[in-house]
C-alpha cells in the first residue's frame, strides 16, 4: 500500500504557472505509475496526465499539452505536476493516484490509491 499526499496548490492569475508536488511513502514508490487528475463540481474526475514507471513515457489530456509537465523522482519518491499559462477553466482540485502495473491509464477506475487533493484556483 502507498500513501499519497498532494501539496503545491493555490491561487494564480491567467497566464501564471504552479507546481504541484505528490510525495508516496508505504511501498517502493518505483513500483506504481502516476497519475495527476482534476475534478471540478457536477463533473467527473478527467486525467490530466500520467507517467510510467520509469519516467521514460508520458501521457496527456489534449487541453494540457505544451502547458503541462509531468516528471517524478524516485529519490525523494515524489511526482510533479508543473503547470503553466494557466487558463481559468484549469480551476480544480487536483489529485494524484498510484496503480500498480506498467501502462498509464486515462480511467480513474484503474488507480489504487489516491491522494487528498489540492485547490487550484485561476483567475482572469
Known amino acids: 500500500q502507498v500513501q499519497l499526499v498532494e501539496c503545491g496548490g493555490g491561487s494564480v492569475q491567467a497566464g501564471g504557472s504552479l507546481r504541484l508536488s505528490c510525495a508516496a511513502s508505504?511501498?517502493?514508490?518505483?513500483?506504481?505509475?502516476m497519475g495527476w487528475f482534476r475534478q471540478t463540481p457536477g463533473k467527473e474526475r478527467e486525467c490530466v496526465g500520467g507517467?510510467?514507471?520509469?519516467?521514460?513515457?508520458?501521457y496527456y489530456l489534449d487541453s494540457v499539452k505544451g502547458r503541462f509537465t509531468i516528471s517524478r523522482d524516485h529519490a525523494k519518491n515524489t511526482v510533479f505536476l508543473q503547470m503553466n499559462s494557466l487558463k481559468p477553466e484549469d480551476t480544480a482540485v487536483y489529485y494524484c493516484?498510484?496503480?500498480?502495473?506498467?501502462?498509464?491509464?486515462?480511467?480513474?477506475?484503474?488507480?489504487?490509491?489516491w491522494g487528498q487533493g489540492t485547490q487550484v484556483t485561476v483567475s482572469s
Open positions: 507517467i510510467n514507471r520509469s519516467g521514460g513515457s508520458t
Open positions: 508505504g511501498r517502493t514508490f518505483s513500483m506504481y505509475v
Open positions: 493516484a498510484a496503480r500498480e502495473g506498467a501502462l498509464v491509464m486515462k480511467s480513474e477506475t484503474t488507480y489504487d490509491y
